[in-house]
């Protein structure tokens, strides 16, 4: 990916804010608004195909409960630790999830996106073609891809390595040796096992802003590391040792200090200081993502003051965001650029 100035925008499940996330539309939509890269989330199948959705659990992303003859496959299931009741992508074959529709997510938020209804779901493999044939993005580069490792202790304790699953499929398609690939999770266990099976990549770990890495919970229970000891000088200095980046959701960066002062610049600096490279995720333009002062009008799917929180983050001094509207992001680091 670029090295240009400015941060690198990545179109968070593709161009979401206006396609059904993570259907073909909606990367093709990125593509053409110019994004540095796109992020997939992957989960598996019970016959070992990886598969692009927000989660496992599919009935908000899919019209499976329409279909009659699944509806026997609806469950109750724990994934990391929270009790989840639906359809499962590991009670499926890829055959029988081709069969699906996606469906949009966060009907009240982006009602439009309703409209785009007769699409199917898509296979790692089906992102990896079409990103061979995507075009260059808005600084002249090929589009890179941000692979979300989703759920892997829990998908390992059912006996579906996500890690084998990964680096399998990206062996197949030539993409073991890519530079456009990254590689990301809230686990950093299996970010150290795709980078032994001698896969190329960046490797980014994901910090949320409360609790505790599944894996961590997995392994130490209530002894878990919680992610906030991710953040302080130490905690940066250790992870720089088995990952390249840090990524934050954008509320720890957003929380201010006792003078009322953003704290993200100094957690940025921070992590550059110990040698990672920093992304932000994720940013949004409707009212229902933003802060009560940058909302306009009380419609949670209008567009606010979108602007001033771009440009506001971005100012941080990260490397990359994560967005649902590309197009804007690549606007507000126009404008960055231009201060």
Not at 18 to 45: C, I, K, M, N, W
Not at 84 to 112: I, M, N, Q, S, Y
Request: hydrophobic content about 45%.
């Amino acid at each position: 990916m670029t090295t240009s100035p400015g941060p690198l925008v990545i179109g968070h499940r593709g161009a979401s804010g206006y396609r059904p996330e993570h259907t073909r539309s909606a990367y093709e939509l990125a593509f053409a608004q110019g994004v540095d890269a796109v992020e997939p989330d992957l989960v598996a199948t019970k016959d070992r195909v990886l598969v692009i959705r927000h989660e496992n659990e599919i009935s908000g992303t899919t019209d499976v409960a329409s279909h009659p003859e699944f509806a026997d496959r609806r469950t109750t299931r724990d994934i990391d630790g929270v009790s989840l009741t639906g359809w499962f992508t590991e009670d499926f074959t890829w055959a029988e999830l081709a069969t699906l529709r996606a469906r949009e997510r966060l009907p009240k938020v982006r009602p439009h996106n309703t409209e785009h209804g007769d699409e199917g779901i898509l296979r790692l493999v089906d992102l990896i073609a079409l990103l061979d044939a995507a075009p260059l993005s808005a600084r002249g580069a090929r589009i890179g891809m941000v692979a979300e490792i989703k759920h892997a202790s829990y998908f390992a304790s059912i006996g579906l390595p996500l890690d084998e699953l990964f680096g399998n499929e990206l062996a197949s398609a030539g993409w073991t040796d890519d530079d456009r690939l990254t590689v990301e999770s809230f686990e950093e266990t299996v970010l150290g096992q795709i980078r032994d099976r001698g896969v190329r990549a960046r490797y980014v770990f994901l910090v949320d802003v409360e609790g505790a890495p599944a894996d961590q919970v997995a392994q130490r229970g209530a002894d878990a590391r919680p992610y906030s000891s991710y953040l302080t000088v130490d905690g940066m200095a250790a992870l720089a040792v088995a990952a390249d980046g840090i990524s934050f959701d954008k509320h720890l960066l957003q929380e201010a200090d006792a003078s009322g002062s953003a704290v993200g610049a100094e957690l940025v600096a921070r992590a550059h200081a110990a040698g990672l490279t920093v992304f932000c995720w994720t940013l949004r333009a409707e009212n229902r993502f933003l802060a009560k002062a940058l909302r306009n009008g009380t419609s949670a799917s209008r567009f606010g003051d979108w602007k001033t929180e771009f440009l506001e983050l971005m100012g941080m001094g990260v490397d990359g965001v994560f967005t649902d509207q590309p197009d804007l992001a690549i606007a507000a680091r126009s404008a960055l650029l231009l201060e």
